[in-house]
């Protein structure tokens, strides 16, 4: 099976102007893998820096529903969400936000938490999917 890099912009240019080697989403078959987005604001492209958690949450996943679309898939595709966070404190909140962009039928997930981070961001989620039929 033959990978395919899908360039999902902004993303991937900040990425490549951060000097980050990654692709933000590929392909194989049907499957789709979308790798660790964190909030960008969507105006100037940088990170959404002191942003409130909640709009840093919902940014990753409006973030993740633009990759799965340029694949070939939306939500209702997603298989396994991976979420990282720099604090247990904020499942809470987090689930209330996920719930409204999974409201039926939830991917399986995991909500991890990191001592340390690269970034000045709260949250950064990734996904693997499949292609809609």
Not at 20 to 49: H, N, Q, W, Y
Not at 57 to 65: I, Y
Not at 75 to 104: D, G, Q, T, W
Not at 115 to 130: L, N, S
Request: charged fraction near 30%; hydrophobic fraction near 40%; proline fraction near 9%.
């Amino acid at each position: 099976m033959k990978r395919e890099i899908i360039r999902v912009e902004p993303f991937d240019s900040n990425f490549e102007k951060w000097g980050v080697p990654v692709s933000t989403c590929t392909r194989a078959g049907d499957m789709i893998f979308v790798s660790g987005l964190p909030p960008f604001d969507p105006k100037t492209g940088e990170f959404l820096v002191h942003a409130p958690f909640e709009q840093q949450a919902e940014r990753c996943l409006e973030e993740l529903k633009t990759a799965l679309e340029a694949a070939g898939s939306d939500l209702e595709h997603v298989m396994k969400v991976n979420v990282i966070c720099v604090s247990p404190e904020r499942f809470k909140a987090f689930n209330e936000i996920y719930k409204r962009y999974f409201p039926k039928n939830p991917p399986a997930r995991i909500f991890f938490c990191v001592p340390v981070w690269t970034g000045p961001f709260d949250i950064e989620i990734e996904c693997i999917a499949v292609r809609k039929d």
